[in-house]
C-alpha cells in the first residue's frame, strides 16, 4: 500500500495546483473562485493553473494540503472512498507520532504551532514519498503541489507520523543489526518497541528500557535493559551480522566500511567519515558508556552490532 500511497502524490508534483478544498477536481476558473477565501487568492491560483495549462498539462488537478494526502490514502486503498480530514485531523485521529530519525517513505511530515492558543495544532501536511526523504506537498497556491527534500527549509517541519494503517508495514520489520539501549534512536528501535507491544515512537527511552528489562525477565536472560542479539531474537527478531570491519574508522575516512558504520549509526550512508558521522559516532560512544573520541574502534564497533576481525 505503501507504494501506491506516494505514487499517486509524486505523480501530482509540477502539475496539480493548490486551491483551498481542493480534492482532485479539475480545476476551472468557476471553481476556483467559487471555492477560494479571497479574489487576490484566487488570482494567484488562477495564474498557476494558465501556466500549467500553457505547460500542456490537461486536466489540471486541484488540492489543499490534507486533500491531497486524502485523495492519496483513497486512491491506495488504505481508506474507503469520501474519507476527508484535516491537516490537524490526520495527526490527531489517523496516526502515530514517531520521530523525526525513524521518518520513511510513506509517513506524514506537519507544520504544528509552536505556541499561542493554538499551540499543538497542525495547519499544514506532506508526505515523504522516497527513501531519499523528499517531501510531496500542496505547498501553496504560488506553488501548487512539488516534491522537495526534507531539510529544504530549515525548521519547516516540526512535527512527524505515521499513518496507523501503515504502522506495521516494512519488508525488514524484525531485522535488526546492532545492540540497541536506552538514547538511540531509529526504525530498528521503533521495530523493537513494536515486539516489546508498547507505544513506538522510535527513541529508546526509560519506558522502553523497563519493557526490554520485563521482557528479558521473563525469558530468562539478564535483565540489563540493553536489546542485544539474545534478547532480540527471544522477542521473535531476527539478528544479522552484516557489518564486518577490520580497521578503526576516524574522520577524514572514505570507504565501504565508512558505509557500513554510517548504517549502524542510523545516518546517511554515503561512504565519506565527515563531521555528521563523528557526531554520531560520539553520540553512540555517550548511549554506550564508551569513551566519546569520535573513532570508532573495536569496542564501538562491537557495541553498536558489527564485527571487528
Request: charged share 25%; net charge positive; hydrophobic share 35%.
Given at each position: 500500500?505503501i ?33 477560494e477565501t ?11 493553473l494558465?501556466q500549467?495549462?500553457?505547460?500542456g498539462i490537461?486536466?489540471?488537478?486541484m ?11 483513497v486512491?491506495?486503498g488504505i ?30 511530515v506537519f ?7 493554538n499551540?499543538?495544532?497542525a495547519y499544514h ?9 523528499n517531501?510531496?506537498?500542496a ?10 527534500p526534507?531539510?529544504?527549509?530549515a525548521?519547516y517541519w ?5 499513518i ?5 508495514e516494512?519488508e525488514?520489520k524484525?531485522?535488526?543489526t ?28 526509560s ?6 528489562i ?26 544479522k551480522?552484516e557489518h ?14 565508512v ?11 554515503d ?23 569520535g573513532i570508532?574502534g ?11 576481525n
Open positions: 500500500m507504494a501506491e500511497f506516494v505514487k499517486y502524490a509524486r505523480t501530482r508534483a509540477n502539475k496539480a495546483i493548490y486551491v483551498w478544498g481542493g480534492q482532485g477536481q479539475n480545476a476551472t476558473e468557476e471553481k476556483i473562485k467559487r471555492m479571497s479574489i487576490k487568492n484566487a488570482a494567484t491560483a488562477l495564474n498557476l494558465n500549467r495549462k500553457r505547460e490537461s486536466p489540471v488537478e488540492y489543499d494540503c490534507s486533500g491531497l494526502v486524502c485523495c492519496a490514502l486512491s491506495s481508506k474507503p472512498a469520501g474519507f476527508d480530514a484535516t491537516a490537524n485531523g490526520l495527526l490527531k485521529n489517523h496516526c502515530v507520532k514517531i520521530d523525526k530519525s525513524v521518518l520513511r517513505k510513506g509517513d506524514l507544520r504544528v504551532y509552536s505556541f499561542g492558543k499551540k499543538g495544532t501536511v506532506g508526505i515523504v514519498t522516497d527513501d531519499a526523504l517531501v510531496t506537498e505547498k501553496g497556491r504560488a506553488y501548487g503541489v512539488i516534491t522537495r526534507l531539510g529544504a527549509q525548521g516540526n512535527a512527524y507520523a505515521r496507523k494503517e501503515l504502522a506495521d516494512s525488514e524484525y531485522i535488526f546492532r545492540n540497541l539501549k536506552k538514547g538511540l534512536k531509529g526504525q530498528d528501535v521503533y521495530n523493537l518497541q513494536k515486539l516489546l507491544n508498547i507505544s513506538a515512537d522510535g527513541v529508546f527511552g519506558k522502553t528500557r523497563s519493557a526490554v520485563s521482557a528479558q525477565k521473563a525469558h530468562g536472560l539478564t535483565p540489563d535493559g540493553i536489546a542485544g542479539k539474545n534478547t532480540l531474537t527471544a522477542l521473535g527478531g531476527i539478528w551480522t564486518v570491519f577490520n580497521r578503526n574508522l576516524k574522520y577524514g575516512m572514505t570507504g565501504q566500511d558505509k557500513e558504520l554510517q548504517k549502524l549509526l542510523n545516518v546517511s550512508a561512504g565519506v567519515f565527515g563531521s555528521k558521522t563523528r557526531s554520531a559516532v560520539i553520540s553512540a560512544q555517550k548511549a554506550h558508556g564508551l569513551t566519546p573520541d570508532a573495536k569496542k564501538t564497533i562491537t557495541a553498536l552490532g558489527g564485527k571487528f
